[in-house]
C-alpha cells in the first residue's frame, strides 16, 4: 500500500511559545476567522470503563484503542477538508489514557496518537493541552516532564490574530502536593501573562473546567474545589478574559461567572453522555466569540 506523505509529530509549544505563530505580528487584530476546540481522545479508555470507573491496565489483557484512534482520524480528516482552514485544532487534554506508570500502554498510546495527530494537514497548527491522564492526577516532575518530551510545553500562551490564548496546566489546581515549586512558577507566569490587555480577546483553555454548569455548585469528580475556583474565576474576569474551554467530562456543559463564559466539550473519544464524537467549532469576531459543537459527521466544509 502506498505510504501517504507521512510527517513525524512534531513538538509546537517550547519554552513557554508557540513555533508556528510569531508572538508580535499575531498580536494585530486582521479580521475574522475560526478555530477548532476538541478534547480527550484517550485512547484506550473505551476498552477500560466497565460503567463507572476506569479499570487498572493489566499486561495480559487484550487491550486496543483503534476505536479511539479511529474516531481521532475521522475528525482530522474532517478538519482537512475545511476551506478555509481553522486557524489551529487545539486538544484540551487526556491526548492519552495510560498514566506514565502503566507501562507498556502509556508508550504505545504515544506513538498511536501522535501517528494519527500528525495527518492534521500542516497548515493547521495543532495546540497541545496537558490533561490528567497526560501528566498524572498526582503530578510530579517527571510525569509532567514526560508530557513536555512528548507533547511539548505544559503551559504556555500565544497570539493569533489578535487574539490572546492562554494554556494553562489545570492539575497544578487539582493536585499540586508533589510539585509546588512548579505551580508557583505556573502561577507566576500566569499573573504576568494577565496583565497584557492589548488583545482584541482573551481566551484561556484548560482540561479540567472549574465547573460544570453553576459557578458555586459542589466539589465533584469532574470540577475543581471551590475555593480556588471562586478566586480563579474572579482573576480571570478581573483580567478581561472572555471564555475559557475545557474538556475532562466527556460531555457537552458549561456556564457563566458574571460576563465570563466557560465551555466545556465533549470527548473526540468515549463519550459519558448523550453527546457524539466531535469538536467544537469557535468564530471569533471584532466583537464576539460563537461556538457550536459538531459530532464528526455534521462539521461543516466551510464555517466562516
Ligand atoms: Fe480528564
Not at 476546540?37 to 484517550?42: E, L, M, V
Not at 486538544?91 to 507498556?104: H, T
Not at 510530579?140 to 505544559?154: A, C, E, K, P, W
Not at 490587555?197 to 458555586?216: C, G, M, N, V
Request: proline residues 4%.
Amino acid at each position: 500500500m502506498a505510504e501517504t506523505n507521512k510527517r513525524p509529530f512534531q513538538i509546537q509549544a517550547i519554552n513557554r511559545r508557540f513555533v508556528p505563530f510569531d508572538s508580535e505580528k499575531e498580536k494585530e487584530w486582521k479580521g475574522s476567522f475560526f478555530f477548532v476546540q476538541g478534547a480527550d481522545c484517550q485512547p484506550g479508555l473505551t476498552y477500560q470503563w466497565s460503567g463507572k470507573i476506569r479499570k487498572t491496565y493489566t499486561p495480559d489483557a487484550p487491550i486496543n484503542w483503534d476505536v479511539e484512534i479511529e474516531a481521532t482520524r475521522a475528525i482530522i480528516k474532517k478538519l482537512n477538508e475545511m476551506e478555509p482552514k481553522p486557524k489551529f485544532f487545539i486538544v484540551c487534554g487526556d491526548i492519552v489514557d495510560a498514566y506514565d506508570f502503566e507501562e507498556p500502554f502509556r508508550t504505545r498510546q504515544e506513538k498511536d496518537i501522535k501517528e494519527v495527530l500528525a495527518e492534521l494537514d500542516p497548515s493547521i497548527p495543532l495546540v497541545c493541552v496537558c490533561g490528567n491522564h497526560d501528566v498524572g492526577d498526582e503530578p510530579t516532575r517527571s510525569s509532567i516532564q514526560r508530557y513536555v518530551d512528548n507533547f511539548g510545553d505544559d503551559y504556555f500562551d500565544f497570539y493569533c490574530s489578535g487574539v490572546h490564548c492562554i494554556v494553562l496546566n489545570s492539575q497544578f489546581y487539582a493536585h499540586s502536593a508533589n510539585v509546588e515549586d512548579l505551580k508557583s512558577q505556573h502561577e507566576q507566569w500566569l499573573d504576568r501573562v494577565l496583565k497584557d490587555h492589548s488583545a482584541k480577546h482573551t481566551i484561556i483553555f484548560q482540561h479540567i473546567p472549574w465547573f460544570l454548569r453553576t459557578y458555586d455548585e459542589d466539589k465533584d469528580y469532574f470540577n475543581i474545589e471551590i475555593n480556588t475556583r471562586l478566586q480563579m474565576l474572579e482573576k480571570f474576569h478581573s483580567s478581561g478574559v472572555k471564555k475559557i474551554f475545557c474538556g475532562h467530562y466527556h460531555r457537552n456543559a458549561g456556564g457563566s461567572y458574571k460576563s465570563m463564559e466557560q465551555i466545556v466539550t465533549s470527548a473526540i473519544g468515549l463519550q459519558l453522555g448523550v453527546d457524539k464524537s466531535g469538536v467544537r467549532l469557535v468564530r471569533v469576531t471584532e466583537d464576539d466569540i460563537e461556538h457550536q459543537y459538531f459530532a464528526t459527521d455534521d462539521i461543516p466544509a466551510n464555517f466562516l
